[in-house]
């Protein structure tokens, strides 16, 4: 577990890319868990927590709660409105970045995948306000669960809201595939495929 504020990014990317246990287990109350399973989001330290169903229910809809369940809904946002310039300007040199509300920090921070992991990008409030302005639906990304990711990567033009413990494991697999200076076809071949899944997953969210 992580034991600071801010430091809770890199021990999430940690849980997510370690090789897993196959008797993983609740990391509140002990209790075996699925491959596929709940993450708690711990508001203090941005740390993911491993859960049980039961126990991610105990803090469902307690807004001042430790912990915040991570849900699990993939949207697409096919018509978002970002212009090519305001994202050129966010500088960020891969070509992915996810945004999130973040309840410790009390602003919108933006990220994206690198070799040594989660790297925040500078993003002025007016910069984001004018985001929201022509997209509402950002308005109702759930703080710090949930994440605006955004793929610019070759010709790719994602724009999804997902759980964030998704955005970590992207980060987990641009950090871990990485090689040489651009990365290598590998890694980008992997995120191809990761986004491929995304969008298969995904309901557009005008149908959400």
Not at 14 to 21: A, Q, S
Not at 102 to 130: C, F, I, K, N
Not at 135 to 141: E, G, I, K, M
Not at 152 to 178: E, H, K
């Amino acid at each position: 577990m992580a034991s600071g504020p801010g430091s809770g990014s890199l021990a999430s990317l940690r849980r997510l890319t370690r090789p897993r246990d196959p008797e993983e287990r609740c990391e509140l109350c002990g209790a075996p868990l699925p491959e596929e399973h709940t993450h708690l989001f711990e508001v203090r330290t941005e740390a993911l927590t491993c859960a049980c169903r039961a126990c991610a229910l105990l803090f469902t809809g307690q807004a001042q709660a430790r912990y915040r369940p991570v849900p699990d809904r993939v949207l697409s946002l096919p018509d978002l409105v970002l212009a090519p310039e305001r994202w050129e300007a966010l500088d960020i040199p891969v070509g992915l970045a996810f945004f999130t509300r973040s309840t410790r920090l009390g602003r919108v921070v933006a990220r994206y995948p690198s070799p040594a992991g989660p790297t925040e990008s500078q993003l002025g409030l007016a910069t984001w306000a004018e985001l929201e302005a022509a997209n509402p639906v950002l308005r109702d990304l759930e703080p710090d669960v949930e994440a605006l990711l955004v793929n610019r990567v070759g010709t790719a033009s994602d724009n999804l809201v997902v759980p964030i413990d998704r955005c970590y494991a992207l980060v987990g697999l641009v950090r871990m595939g990485w090689r040489g200076i651009s990365g290598g076809p590998e890694v980008w071949g992997s995120v191809a495929t990761y986004f491929a899944d995304l969008r298969a997953r995904a309901r557009v969210a005008a149908d959400a």
